[in-house]
């Protein structure tokens, strides 16, 4: 499983982003079945669970980004992406993919900046 995720970059507070990970040598049958989330870390912080889905689509969120983040998954794809809006310059980190195959194995992305400007 290799996880490329893209997407981050430099926005004004108020604005969005779309952050996308893909699993780059997945194949249908290994990516549907895999619980993916998005985990974020700030400068000087540990890293944090942002927003999870699992195979059935199930989606949970960190109390923090309830209301203006959505996550979602295009299983044709191999995708899981994070709608993120109305962004606030506490939500600037590296923000990091992360999926569990059935047999419990973790794997992560490299990290995409997200830079929140006031």
């Known amino acids: 499983v290799q996880l490329q995720a893209s997407g981050g970059g430099l926005v004004q507070a108020g604005g969005s982003l779309r952050l996308s990970c893909v699993c780059s040598?997945?194949?249908?049958?290994?990516?549907?079945?895999?619980?993916m989330a998005w985990h974020r870390q700030a400068p000087g912080k540990e890293r944090e669970l942002v927003a999870s889905?699992?195979?059935?689509?199930?989606?949970m969120y960190a109390d923090s980004v309830k209301g203006r983040f959505t996550i979602s998954r295009d299983n044709g794809k191999k995708t899981v992406y994070l709608s993120m809006n109305d962004l606030e310059p506490e939500d600037t980190a590296v923000y990091y993919c992360?999926?569990?195959?059935?047999?419990?194995?973790?794997?992560w992305g490299q990290g995409t900046l997200v830079t929140v400007s006031s």
């Open positions: 040598r997945c194949i249908l049958s290994t990516f549907s079945p895999m619980d």
């Open positions: 992360n999926a569990r195959s059935q047999s419990g194995a973790v794997s």
């Open positions: 889905i699992n195979t059935g689509r199930r989606t």
